[in-house]
């Protein structure tokens, strides 16, 4: 997997996507569309848009798909905080 887009702008990247990416080391198959929506979060939108496609996702098993949703959770309530922090 040697997307440019891991980790945008040499920031940590977002749970979900560390978490995708965890899977794709230990040789699971994740669809393309889930990479490429991981890698384009800028908000709990895209982030919604991502948890969506998870949920549909017929490849991957239902305990990764909890993994994933878990961490996709802890990314949305880290948003809305620093969201509140900066007072948008």
């Known amino acids: 997997m040697n997307n440019p887009k891991l980790i945008k702008n040499g920031g940590e990247g977002t749970n979900v996507g560390k978490a995708l990416r965890w899977l794709v080391k230990q040789g699971k198959a994740v669809s393309p ?17 991502l948890g969506d496609a998870i949920r549909g996702d017929k490849n991957l ?3 990764d798909k909890t993994i ?16 509140k922090r900066l007072g948008m």
């Open 33 to 49: 569309e889930l990479l490429e929506l991981a890698g384009n979060i800028t908000g709990i939108k895209q982030l919604s848009t």
């Open 61 to 63: 098993p239902e305990a």
């Open 68 to 83: 994933l949703l878990q961490e996709m959770e802890n990314d949305m309530v880290e948003m809305v905080e620093v969201t």
